[in-house]
T-cell receptor, first 113, second 112 residues
Protein backbone atom coordinates (compact mmCIF):
# COMPACT_ATOMS: atom_id res chain seq x y z
CA UNK A 1 0.00 0.00 0.00
CA UNK A 2 0.86 3.66 -0.14
CA UNK A 3 1.50 5.77 2.95
CA UNK A 4 2.56 9.40 2.89
CA UNK A 5 2.86 11.35 6.14
CA UNK A 6 3.30 15.04 6.74
CA UNK A 7 2.41 17.30 9.67
CA UNK A 8 -1.12 18.62 9.64
CA UNK A 9 -0.31 22.20 10.61
CA UNK A 10 2.69 24.46 11.15
CA UNK A 11 3.07 28.07 12.19
CA UNK A 12 6.02 30.33 11.40
CA UNK A 13 6.93 34.00 11.51
CA UNK A 14 7.29 36.33 8.57
CA UNK A 15 10.93 36.50 7.43
CA UNK A 16 11.83 33.19 9.07
CA UNK A 17 12.68 29.78 7.59
CA UNK A 18 10.38 26.77 7.85
CA UNK A 19 10.94 23.13 6.94
CA UNK A 20 7.99 20.89 6.09
CA UNK A 21 8.79 17.18 6.30
CA UNK A 22 7.27 14.30 4.35
CA UNK A 23 7.89 10.60 4.82
CA UNK A 24 6.63 7.97 2.44
CA UNK A 25 6.27 4.21 2.16
CA UNK A 26 5.22 3.22 -1.35
CA UNK A 27 5.35 0.09 -3.47
CA UNK A 28 7.65 1.85 -5.94
CA UNK A 29 9.26 5.23 -6.41
CA UNK A 30 9.59 7.38 -9.50
CA UNK A 31 9.64 10.90 -8.13
CA UNK A 32 8.41 13.12 -5.30
CA UNK A 33 6.48 16.31 -5.86
CA UNK A 34 5.55 19.32 -3.76
CA UNK A 35 2.48 21.40 -4.54
CA UNK A 36 1.17 24.59 -2.94
CA UNK A 37 -2.55 25.11 -2.49
CA UNK A 38 -4.06 28.35 -1.25
CA UNK A 39 -7.47 28.11 0.36
CA UNK A 40 -10.17 27.79 -2.26
CA UNK A 41 -7.70 27.52 -5.12
CA UNK A 42 -6.15 24.80 -7.25
CA UNK A 43 -2.82 23.18 -6.30
CA UNK A 44 0.19 24.60 -8.13
CA UNK A 45 3.45 22.76 -8.76
CA UNK A 46 6.46 23.77 -6.68
CA UNK A 47 9.16 21.14 -7.10
CA UNK A 48 10.13 17.67 -8.25
CA UNK A 49 12.87 15.37 -6.92
CA UNK A 50 13.77 11.98 -8.33
CA UNK A 51 17.43 11.75 -7.25
CA UNK A 52 18.82 12.24 -3.76
CA UNK A 53 19.83 15.74 -2.83
CA UNK A 54 18.64 19.30 -2.74
CA UNK A 55 16.82 21.15 -5.52
CA UNK A 56 16.75 24.92 -5.09
CA UNK A 57 14.31 27.26 -6.76
CA UNK A 58 14.38 30.78 -5.41
CA UNK A 59 13.09 30.94 -1.83
CA UNK A 60 11.94 27.31 -2.01
CA UNK A 61 14.15 24.21 -1.83
CA UNK A 62 13.24 20.54 -1.75
CA UNK A 63 15.35 17.68 -0.47
CA UNK A 64 15.05 13.95 -1.06
CA UNK A 65 16.57 10.87 0.56
CA UNK A 66 15.29 7.76 -1.20
CA UNK A 67 16.97 5.36 1.24
CA UNK A 68 15.13 7.00 4.13
CA UNK A 69 11.84 7.56 2.31
CA UNK A 70 12.08 11.19 3.33
CA UNK A 71 11.72 14.62 1.80
CA UNK A 72 11.42 18.15 3.05
CA UNK A 73 10.35 21.47 1.60
CA UNK A 74 12.31 24.46 2.86
CA UNK A 75 10.80 27.92 2.62
CA UNK A 76 13.11 30.87 3.28
CA UNK A 77 12.34 34.53 3.95
CA UNK A 78 8.73 33.69 4.65
CA UNK A 79 6.09 36.06 3.38
CA UNK A 80 2.45 36.35 4.43
CA UNK A 81 1.40 35.07 1.00
CA UNK A 82 3.18 31.76 1.76
CA UNK A 83 0.28 30.88 4.09
CA UNK A 84 -1.18 27.87 2.29
CA UNK A 85 -1.33 24.10 2.33
CA UNK A 86 1.72 22.24 1.06
CA UNK A 87 1.06 18.85 -0.48
CA UNK A 88 3.65 16.10 -0.78
CA UNK A 89 2.99 13.54 -3.53
CA UNK A 90 4.78 10.42 -4.76
CA UNK A 91 4.73 8.86 -8.21
CA UNK A 92 5.26 5.18 -7.66
CA UNK A 93 6.02 4.01 -11.19
CA UNK A 94 7.29 5.22 -14.52
CA UNK A 95 4.99 7.77 -16.17
CA UNK A 96 4.45 5.86 -19.41
CA UNK A 97 0.75 5.55 -18.58
CA UNK A 98 0.37 9.03 -17.18
CA UNK A 99 1.57 10.70 -14.01
CA UNK A 100 -0.26 8.85 -11.27
CA UNK A 101 0.40 10.57 -7.98
CA UNK A 102 -0.45 9.60 -4.41
CA UNK A 103 -0.84 12.63 -2.18
CA UNK A 104 -0.26 13.14 1.52
CA UNK A 105 -2.85 14.95 3.59
CA UNK A 106 -1.10 18.29 3.23
CA UNK A 107 0.51 20.64 5.75
CA UNK A 108 -1.34 23.85 6.45
CA UNK A 109 1.23 26.59 7.02
CA UNK A 110 0.24 29.80 8.78
CA UNK A 111 2.68 32.69 8.52
CA UNK A 112 2.29 35.30 11.25
CA UNK A 113 3.60 38.87 11.29
CA UNK B 1 -8.14 31.25 -22.79
CA UNK B 2 -5.19 29.36 -21.33
CA UNK B 3 -4.56 26.67 -18.75
CA UNK B 4 -7.13 24.26 -17.37
CA UNK B 5 -10.75 25.35 -17.01
CA UNK B 6 -13.61 23.60 -15.25
CA UNK B 7 -17.36 24.15 -15.34
CA UNK B 8 -19.44 24.58 -13.37
CA UNK B 9 -17.50 26.03 -10.45
CA UNK B 10 -20.26 25.17 -8.01
CA UNK B 11 -22.96 22.51 -8.25
CA UNK B 12 -25.74 21.48 -5.89
CA UNK B 13 -27.64 18.34 -6.79
CA UNK B 14 -30.07 15.89 -5.30
CA UNK B 15 -29.32 12.19 -4.99
CA UNK B 16 -31.57 11.33 -7.93
CA UNK B 17 -30.15 13.94 -10.33
CA UNK B 18 -27.82 13.38 -13.26
CA UNK B 19 -25.21 16.03 -13.94
CA UNK B 20 -21.86 16.33 -15.70
CA UNK B 21 -18.64 18.15 -14.85
CA UNK B 22 -16.55 19.48 -17.69
CA UNK B 23 -12.83 20.08 -17.94
CA UNK B 24 -10.92 21.63 -20.81
CA UNK B 25 -7.19 22.15 -21.20
CA UNK B 26 -5.47 24.49 -23.63
CA UNK B 27 -1.92 23.34 -22.95
CA UNK B 28 -1.49 20.67 -25.62
CA UNK B 29 -1.20 17.93 -23.00
CA UNK B 30 -2.00 14.28 -23.62
CA UNK B 31 -2.86 13.13 -20.12
CA UNK B 32 -5.85 14.26 -18.06
CA UNK B 33 -6.94 13.39 -14.53
CA UNK B 34 -9.89 13.61 -12.17
CA UNK B 35 -9.20 14.04 -8.44
CA UNK B 36 -11.51 14.25 -5.44
CA UNK B 37 -10.61 16.52 -2.53
CA UNK B 38 -12.68 16.06 0.63
CA UNK B 39 -12.28 17.99 3.85
CA UNK B 40 -9.48 16.61 6.01
CA UNK B 41 -8.61 13.84 3.53
CA UNK B 42 -5.75 13.61 1.03
CA UNK B 43 -6.30 14.47 -2.58
CA UNK B 44 -7.51 11.22 -4.19
CA UNK B 45 -6.84 10.25 -7.78
CA UNK B 46 -10.02 8.95 -9.44
CA UNK B 47 -9.32 8.49 -13.15
CA UNK B 48 -6.43 8.92 -15.58
CA UNK B 49 -6.67 9.27 -19.33
CA UNK B 50 -3.54 9.01 -21.45
CA UNK B 51 -3.95 9.81 -25.16
CA UNK B 52 -7.74 9.52 -24.66
CA UNK B 53 -7.45 6.00 -23.23
CA UNK B 54 -8.37 5.34 -19.64
CA UNK B 55 -5.31 3.95 -17.92
CA UNK B 56 -6.43 4.10 -14.30
CA UNK B 57 -9.66 3.70 -12.42
CA UNK B 58 -8.81 4.00 -8.80
CA UNK B 59 -11.63 1.83 -7.43
CA UNK B 60 -14.18 4.55 -8.04
CA UNK B 61 -17.90 3.67 -7.66
CA UNK B 62 -19.82 3.31 -10.91
CA UNK B 63 -22.02 6.30 -10.07
CA UNK B 64 -19.02 8.30 -11.38
CA UNK B 65 -18.51 7.81 -15.11
CA UNK B 66 -15.66 9.55 -16.96
CA UNK B 67 -15.54 10.40 -20.64
CA UNK B 68 -12.62 11.70 -22.70
CA UNK B 69 -13.72 12.49 -26.26
CA UNK B 70 -10.36 14.05 -27.18
CA UNK B 71 -7.09 15.08 -25.57
CA UNK B 72 -8.42 18.52 -24.63
CA UNK B 73 -11.71 17.61 -22.98
CA UNK B 74 -12.65 15.48 -20.01
CA UNK B 75 -16.06 14.92 -18.47
CA UNK B 76 -17.24 13.36 -15.24
CA UNK B 77 -20.83 12.15 -15.43
CA UNK B 78 -22.62 11.90 -12.10
CA UNK B 79 -25.75 9.94 -11.24
CA UNK B 80 -27.44 8.79 -8.04
CA UNK B 81 -24.74 10.31 -5.87
CA UNK B 82 -24.60 10.13 -2.09
CA UNK B 83 -24.10 13.00 0.38
CA UNK B 84 -20.60 11.69 1.14
CA UNK B 85 -19.70 12.44 -2.48
CA UNK B 86 -19.82 16.14 -1.66
CA UNK B 87 -16.29 17.42 -2.28
CA UNK B 88 -14.12 19.54 -4.52
CA UNK B 89 -13.53 17.77 -7.85
CA UNK B 90 -10.30 18.81 -9.51
CA UNK B 91 -9.23 18.20 -13.05
CA UNK B 92 -5.56 18.22 -14.05
CA UNK B 93 -3.51 17.70 -17.19
CA UNK B 94 0.11 16.97 -18.02
CA UNK B 95 2.36 15.83 -20.80
CA UNK B 96 2.08 12.07 -20.93
CA UNK B 97 5.54 11.53 -19.54
CA UNK B 98 6.00 14.91 -17.93
CA UNK B 99 6.48 15.79 -14.32
CA UNK B 100 4.21 18.75 -13.63
CA UNK B 101 0.43 18.46 -13.48
CA UNK B 102 -1.59 21.59 -14.04
CA UNK B 103 -4.79 21.77 -12.04
CA UNK B 104 -8.06 23.46 -12.86
CA UNK B 105 -9.91 25.57 -10.27
CA UNK B 106 -12.23 22.71 -9.35
CA UNK B 107 -15.97 22.17 -9.06
CA UNK B 108 -17.38 22.41 -5.55
CA UNK B 109 -20.09 19.71 -5.48
CA UNK B 110 -22.76 19.47 -2.80
CA UNK B 111 -25.09 16.45 -2.80
CA UNK B 112 -28.27 16.92 -0.80
Amino acid sequence: GQNIDQPTEMTATEGAIVQINCTYQTSGFNGLFWYQQHAGEAPTFLSYNVLDGLEEKGRFSSFLSRSKGYSYLLLKELQMKDSASYLCAVRDHAPDAGNMLTFGGGTRLMVKP
Amino acid sequence: ETGVTQTPRHLVMGMTNKKSLKCEQHLGHNAMYWYKQSAKKPLELMFVYNFKEQTENNSVPSRFSPECPNSSHLFLHLHTLQPEDSALYLCASSRASGTEQFFGPGTRLTVL
